[in-house]
């Protein structure tokens, strides 16, 4: 129960008073960012956090300035480079705020402590290499941001335990941002950037509105218990994952650019990467369970992985030069997201000329790659000798698209697609589960 917890932490902190420069209390913020939450959400129930414990300790007679001076927040830091850094600065000002109201002649109470960590929700298991490159900027949003300290994650964390490679890698990222870089000689790098400053004041809008939700639900043990903060972050996890599928927000080597043999790396343990959840029994709230936004497009690409045979995919390259590359570059992407093997082709002559080489590879799946003109003329007769040997696809939405399901064509493939749930789609129809 809460209340005995705070009971626990009002002997903790009286203890820990006269330690200087001492922390009893971690706001794990980081732990919203891994559930998925976007950065005003954190921001904002980080804070409504720190109220209460505020609030409940003061109940329990210790003040809010000795409360404040032992706690730290943990930030968790994506990869959007500046508006991390915004995050950061927004959050010493938002603090600022909130303890002025508990103790407005003391600003040394102002001051928040911060701890940064980076993210896990934007790590992904294929092309885990990229997991280093995003680190790094992470890293260097916090220290731009204004952190006090950093962890900097191993690259493989997410899918095993990590090895003396990965953690060596991790802490040497940290001395080259200082010894390197000399990212400890600027005191605020980012201060007068109109940019950055802009951006600060945005987020801080934004968060504080939240924060404002929270506290107009009872604060946020009432609002946890209420249901409300979970709904806040689940909102924006499901956006955030939808935005992934739909390749709105890009994640190199997973849903865009994709290495097409690349396999899942040695060592990797599925239960650390994909973690089975229970919700357990007599809780006070409903859990808020982290997660990963590549995990749609891993799942799809370890069934492949796993299947039997690897689906082939026939490019089937025809009329306009530059449409029909374009839209053969489009596909391998596509479907290399999952894993599948692509067959391409420098372009046919003729429609016979494709259908023969197409009959021979035995694919799985063909893609009628051209433009939208010459669709309506290609996609009927391709369609009427390749129905019968796989699944037929046209690469694009052409106005022409009625009249060619009017024909029997389904599938179409476009960058209005939803990537993940059409892959999924293509591995039910394969019958890959």
Excluded at 374 to 379: D, I, P, Q, T
Excluded at 406 to 429: C, H, P, R
Aim: net charge neutral.
């Amino acid at each position: 129960p809460p209340e005995k917890g705070f009971d626990y932490l009002e002997q903790v902190i009286n203890k820990a008073i006269p330690l200087m420069n001492f922390s009893a209390i971690d706001i794990k913020a980081s732990s919203i960012v891994n559930a998925g939450a976007d950065i005003s959400s954190e921001l904002a129930i980080a804070l409504s956090m720190g109220t209460e414990y505020i609030n409940q300790l003061a109940e329990r007679g210790i003040s809010p300035e000795n409360t404040s001076s032992k706690i730290r927040f943990t930030f968790g830091i994506g990869s959007n480079y500046f508006p991390e850094i915004a995050k950061l600065r927004a959050a010493r000002r938002l603090w600022a705020v909130v303890m002025h109201g508990f103790v407005p002649e003391n600003r040394k109470a102002s001051v928040m402590e911060i701890h940064s960590v980076t993210a896990r929700w934007n790590k992904t298991i294929y092309d885990s290499y990229v997991n280093m490159l995003r680190t790094q900027t992470e890293a260097m949003s916090a220290v731009i941001g204004g952190s006090d300290s950093i962890t900097v994650e191993p690259f493989d964390t997410v899918f095993r335990n990590p090895d003396n490679f990965s953690t060596r890698i991790a802490r040497n990222q940290q001395l080259i941002l200082k010894e390197e870089s000399y990212f400890d000689m600027v005191a605020d790098p980012s201060a007068g950037s109109y940019y950055i400053e802009n951006l600060t004041s945005l987020i801080a809008d934004k968060a504080w509105k939240i924060f404002v939700d929270i506290e107009e639900h009872g604060g946020f043990l009432e609002a946890l218990k209420k249901g409300f903060v979970q709904k806040i972050i689940n909102e924006s996890a499901d956006t955030r994952k939808s935005d992934v599928s739909k390749r709105r927000t890009i994640l190199l080597g997973t849903n865009i650019f994709p290495d097409l043999n690349d396999k899942i790396p040695e060592g990797a343990d599925l239960r650390i990467a994909f973690v089975q959840h229970s919700k357990g029994d007599n809780l006070l709230c409903e859990p808020v369970f982290p997660s990963r936004g590549s995990e749609i497009f891993e799942r799809i690409r370890l069934e492949v992985e796993k299947a039997r045979t690897k689906p082939a995919v026939f490019l089937f390259t025809i009329g306009d030069i530059v449409m029909r590359k374009a839209r053969a570059r489009f596909t391998s992407e596509f479907f290399g997201c999952a894993g599948y093997r692509i067959i391409d082709n420098p372009g046919f002559k003729s429609v016979s000329d494709g259908i023969e080489a197409a009959l021979k590879t035995n694919a799985d799946i063909f893609v009628l790659c051209s433009s939208d003109d010459e669709y309506s003329g290609y996609a009927p007769e391709v369609f009427n000798h390749l129905k019968n040997k796989g699944l037929f696809v046209i690469a694009g939405n052409p106005a022409c698209a009625d009249v060619l399901k009017a024909t029997g064509i389904e599938y179409f493939i476009s960058i209005k697609s939803d990537v993940g749930a059409t892959l999924q789609m293509f591995n039910k129809l394969l019958g890959i589960s």
